[in-house]
């Protein structure tokens, strides 16, 4: 697939419907329900990010939230359209909510069989710290990742 042009830039709540559409295609077994997506884009301390292409169209998301107590910041969801997977999207995505973040250390699950996205977080540098038994809907593990951000904190 030819390369696409896109950007990172802040999403709101008039992103309510390509999430939405976004969430069903990404994960069918257990989208986020409207009130969630609606929450992750309107509360105040939410990163909340969208990949767009040139004519503006979303591509991709990315959410995170702090945890200031803990010093981590969680990645909360991430997702590409189909379309437009495997040129960078993701992983543009990702840094970006990193550096929106702003904390030491970035954390996050995934599905132990989801190879696409722990590979690209691999990567980017990310270290299993822990497995949450039987986490996700339908009883698969959750691999915790994390990433040291900032050695000195
Ligand atoms: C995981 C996901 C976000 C990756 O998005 P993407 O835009 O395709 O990612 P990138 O193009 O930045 O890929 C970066 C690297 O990750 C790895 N990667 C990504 N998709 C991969 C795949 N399907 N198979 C193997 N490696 C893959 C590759 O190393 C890739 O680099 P390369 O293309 O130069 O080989 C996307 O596949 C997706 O939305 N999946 C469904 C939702 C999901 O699983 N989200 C994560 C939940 S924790």
């Known amino acids: 697939m030819d390369n696409v042009t896109f950007r990172v830039i802040s999403a709101g709540l008039g992103d309510l ?3 939405q559409r976004l969430e069903r295609e990404c994960f069918p077994l257990d989208a ?4 969630d997506l609606m929450a992750v884009l309107s509360l105040p301390w939410v ?3 969208k990949a767009v292409g040139e004519a503006g169209q979303m591509l991709g998301f990315v959410a995170g939230e702090r945890k200031p107590l803990e010093g981590v910041g969680w990645i909360t969801t991430i997702g590409v359209f ?3 997977r495997r040129m960078g999207v993701g992983t543009a995505l990702l840094l970006a909510c990193e550096a929106a973040l702003k904390m030491p250390r970035v954390r996050l699950s995934v599905r132990a069989s989801n190879h696409a996205a722990l590979k690209l977080y691999e990567r980017q540098g990310y270290r299993q710290v822990a497995l949450w038994h039987e986490y996700y809907y339908g009883g698969e593990d959750g691999v915790v990742l994390e990433k040291m951000i900032c050695q000195n904190d």
Do not use: E, I, T
């Open 47 to 49: 990163v909340r990010l």
């Open 32 to 35: 986020w329900p409207l009130l």
């Open 82 to 84: 189909g379309a437009a």
């Open 17 to 19: 419907n390509d999430l």
